[in-house]
């Protein structure tokens, strides 16, 4: 369009314009504001074209292998080129919206003649003529808007917004050719079913591109544009029926203008819509990894990196057509759902949640929970589904966490190796402690409890002397007590935050004497990351989910791994070589994961949660296990969870087997590796007065224990002939009324 042709379409215009105010409208074009006199400069002195906001797009989550998992959008829209569009979409939509359009400048004259004159009668909108540009210029003010009443005027059916509308598509068509206007309109315009663009009404009406639209395709899409609503083919065979109705029409448009041929037209209109309607969820509910998603979601919408106000962070989101790469490995993340669904049924009120994150980078690998997410029918606070990420913090949409029990004891080990503590280093423990002095917090205030009483927990003993691998594999409270209090309870705790260690609700941790107890509520991911520094020889990452962000532009920004050392690498391999006895010779012991690794188990005073958290070299996690309605309130003593009885749950006897299998699988494909070996020559020869008598009289009851049993079981049955079996029979314990069998406890007893 050029300039003066330009000039020439303003002066008809401004005649037509007056023309019609004063030979029709005059009321009607006054009520707007305008009189005939000044009607022309209207259409002569144009205002710029109006300013266009990036339009929203979706926002899309991939996992590491780049596979979509998760979108966020507030429109669903991906925009494209004019030539990702197909030819045929092209000419079906100014066809049927606008079939002069390459040939007017932004005001079709014939039709807002047709239009006016009506409308004047009828005294009100009552029949459309806008151009294409026009339309788009509707859309751009719809678009701009930020409130209901800024919306309803950029819709509002008065001849005001409409010589509003009529003068910025005059100021578009001065600003860009043709092309980019109808490419500007094919992204922007509203298709229905929630489809924003073309691009996005393709997928969602036929699972196809908009690149691979075919002619039915195309006729369908622009029949649907002007009553987007009334056509929407997701609500039912009426408007299914009145969507067909839209594309004949086209149909007939496009022969009309010689688009196509009448035989080609009549063809079409006999086919069905051939609809394939593609899903396009939104939101972390819909997601295949919800709780993955969420974390995702509020780390953008939290994060000052990805925003400096609440508000350009939820835009950024939501609109900003982003696609975020994400650390998430399939693998791990169905290992991790598998190893849980196997013991916890989503309607216990007891709840598992794991978190796995890769040593050396805090790359976090999969999250997941025992619960389905989502709100329960009626927004019932117990039932199979839940709002809260279990396996996270506060901020990250979690919980207030469960008490993370003696997990924390590694936090006080790494404090005694580092202060120069040897292996088989210890000290005699009494059967119980009462931590009335010798307890001060990083303020230098005086923490001591005189009036609480520390046990040792069951199967500590009694009391007795214990070295640090002891006292670590046997997990004694009196023992790691006492050796906070000779540490120092402040080194403790700085021990721990410099591995990251802090509340799940976001508050200042518990400096007390039973920190080493874990009396602090922690996640999964907090303390998944935690132990990971271990792995990674004592550099601490912070937990890391985006990798990689790119923009609609097509801009890739890198997120690297915030990492620092947070304790020396010599002490951490010394914690390693530890906590790799659990399995072997401590909580752990005949549970194996065929592979060099170390762990902790958490059990908590009065099994009010249970954990257990480990890892190789390659991937640590933490697992957990509480009520959600309350730990305290409901401990995990005598209950059922899965298809499993439990007198009470501790940290080997539930979370520790769901860690056990769901490393396994996510480490299946990973070639095993080993920790480095401590050095001997700083951290061996220690020794703990009385020790090794105590370990040999331990031992030499063990034997004299196993050769009891075994003369038992040989002389209970003398009769040869016969098999044990052949005079028992099985019998369940049968559960409480109104509840199923309990099938996997089972005892014998004579018939």
């Given at each position: 369009?050029?300039?003066?042709?330009?000039?020439?379409?303003?002066?008809?215009?401004?005649?037509?314009?007056?023309?019609?105010?004063?030979?029709?409208?005059?009321?009607?074009?006054?009520?707007?504001?305008?009189?005939?006199?000044?009607?022309?400069?209207?259409?002569?002195?144009?205002?710029?074209?109006?300013?266009?906001?990036?339009?929203?797009?979706?926002?899309?989550?991939?996992?590491?292998?780049?596979?979509?998992?998760?979108?966020?959008?507030?429109?669903?829209?991906?925009?494209?080129?004019?030539?990702?569009?197909?030819?045929?979409?092209?000419?079906?939509?100014?066809?049927?919206?606008?079939?002069?359009?390459?040939?007017?400048?932004?005001l079709d004259v014939k039709g807002t003649i047709r239009a006016l004159l009506t409308n004047t009668q009828a005294g009100g909108i009552k029949q459309g003529g806008s151009s294409l540009t026009q339309q788009l210029v509707k859309n751009i003010l719809v678009e701009a808007a930020r409130t209901d009443a800024e919306r309803d005027r950029a819709r509002a059916p008065n001849l005001g917004r409409k010589i509003t509308e009529l003068r910025y598509a005059l100021a578009m068509e001065e600003k860009y050719r043709k092309d980019e206007i109808l490419e500007k309109y094919l992204n922007i315009a509203y298709f229905g079913a929630g489809a924003h663009g073309v691009e996005a009404a393709a997928r969602r009406f036929f699972s196809t591109t908009a690149a691979r639209l075919t002619l039915t395709q195309a006729a369908t899409l622009a029949g649907a544009v002007r009553v987007p609503y009334s056509t929407d083919p997701s609500l039912g065979d009426r408007q299914q029926a009145r969507l067909r109705q839209r594309r004949d029409i086209v149909l007939d448009r496009m022969a009309g203008v010689g688009l196509i041929?009448?035989?080609?037209?009549?063809?079409?209109?006999?086919?069905?819509?051939?609809?394939?309607?593609?899903?396009?969820?939104?939101?972390?509910?819909?997601?295949?990894?919800?709780?993955?998603?969420?974390?995702?979601?509020?780390?953008?919408?939290?994060?000052?990196?990805?925003?400096?106000?609440?508000?350009?962070?939820?835009?950024?989101?939501?609109?900003?057509g982003l696609v975020i790469r994400t650390s998430l490995d399939p693998l791990a993340q169905?290992?991790?759902?598998?190893?849980?669904?196997?013991?916890?049924?989503?309607?216990?009120?007891?709840?598992?949640?794991?978190?796995?994150?890769?040593?050396?980078?805090?790359?976090?690998?999969?999250?997941?929970?025992?619960?389905?997410?989502?709100?329960?029918?009626?927004?019932?606070?117990?039932?199979?589904?839940?709002?809260?990420?279990?396996?996270?913090?506060?901020?990250?949409g979690g919980g207030q966490g469960f008490q993370a029990g003696s997990t924390f004891k590694v936090f006080t080990l790494a404090t005694a190796l580092r202060q120069g503590w040897r292996f088989g280093d210890g000290f005699q423990t009494p059967g119980e402690l009462t931590p009335g002095q010798g307890y001060r917090d990083c303020q230098g205030r005086r923490v001591n409890d005189p009036k609480t009483t520390v046990y040792n927990a069951s199967g500590e003993g009694t009391g007795g002397p214990h070295s640090l691998e002891t006292g670590t594999w046997k997990s004694v409270n009196i023992f790691y007590m006492m050796l906070e209090r000779k540490v120092g309870l402040c080194n403790v705790v700085k021990t721990a935050k410099a591995l990251g260690i802090s509340r799940a609700d976001g508050t200042p941790l518990r400096e007390v004497p039973t920190?080493?107890?874990?009396?602090?509520?922690?996640?999964?991911?907090?303390?998944?990351?935690?132990?990971?520094?271990?792995?990674?020889?004592?550099?601490?990452?912070?937990?890391?989910?985006?990798?990689?962000?790119?923009?609609?532009?097509?801009?890739?920004?890198?997120?690297?791994?915030?990492?620092?050392?947070?304790?020396?690498?010599?002490?951490?391999?010394?914690?390693?070589?530890?906590?790799?006895?659990?399995?072997?010779?401590?909580?752990?012991?005949?549970?194996?994961?065929?592979?060099?690794?170390?762990?902790?188990?958490?059990?908590n005073n009065g099994y009010t949660s249970a954990w257990f958290a480990g890892y190789t070299p390659d991937l640590a996690a933490a697992v957990s296990v509480g009520d959600i309605r309350g730990a305290y309130r409901y401990p995990l003593r005598d209950v059922e969870i899965g298809d499993d009885y439990y007198g009470a749950v501790q940290g080997a006897s539930l979370p520790g087997p769901i860690w056990i299998d769901s490393m396994r699988a996510a480490l299946r494909r990973t070639r095993p590796s080993g920790f480095p070996g401590p050095d001997m020559s700083r951290f061996g020869g220690g020794f703990t007065p009385g020790l090794k008598e105590a370990l040999e009289a331990e031992a030499k009851a063990r034997r004299d224990q196993d050769r009891t049993i075994a003369h038992r079981r040989r002389f209970a049955f003398p009769w040869p002939p016969f098999h044990r079996r052949d005079f028992l029979e099985p019998r369940h314990r049968r559960d409480v009324p109104g509840q199923r069998q309990r099938r996997h406890r089972v005892n014998w007893r004579y018939r």
């Open positions: 369009m050029t300039v003066l042709r330009s000039i020439g379409v303003l002066a008809v215009a401004g005649a037509i314009g007056g023309f019609l105010a004063a030979a029709l409208a005059a009321p009607v074009v006054t009520g707007a504001g305008l009189s005939a006199k000044n009607v022309a400069l209207t259409f002569v002195d144009l205002p710029p074209a109006p300013r266009e906001e990036p339009l929203s797009q979706v926002t899309r989550l991939l996992d590491r292998n780049g596979k979509q998992f998760a979108q966020f959008y507030e429109a669903n829209r991906t925009t494209v080129r004019l030539d990702q569009v197909a030819p045929v979409m092209r000419q079906a939509i100014v066809a049927i919206e606008d079939a002069r359009f390459y040939e007017h400048g932004g041929t009448r035989q080609e037209a009549t063809a079409a209109q006999r086919t069905g819509l051939g609809l394939r309607l593609h899903p396009e969820p939104g939101g972390c509910a819909e997601s295949a990894y919800p709780y993955y998603c969420y974390y995702v979601q509020r780390e953008l919408l939290t994060n000052p990196a990805f925003g400096n106000t609440a508000a350009k962070r939820q835009a950024r989101m939501s609109r900003g169905r290992a991790a759902e598998q190893a849980i669904q196997r013991r916890v049924r989503p309607e216990d009120t007891e709840v598992a949640a794991e978190a796995m994150v890769e040593p050396g980078t805090g790359r976090i690998t999969a999250m997941t929970a025992s619960k389905r997410f989502g709100r329960n029918p009626g927004n019932r606070k117990n039932g199979a589904r839940t709002t809260f990420n279990l396996a996270a913090d506060v901020l990250h920190f080493t107890l874990g009396v602090n509520e922690m996640d999964p991911v907090t303390v998944a990351a935690g132990f990971a520094a271990f792995a990674a020889r004592g550099r601490y990452c912070r937990p890391l989910a985006i990798v990689e962000i790119t923009d609609r532009a097509g801009e890739r920004t890198q997120v690297p791994p915030a990492c620092e050392q947070g304790i020396e690498r010599e002490v951490a391999d010394a914690v390693n070589w530890v906590l790799s006895g659990v399995f072997t010779q401590g909580t752990m012991r005949g549970q194996s994961l065929d592979r060099p690794a170390a762990g902790k188990t958490g059990t």
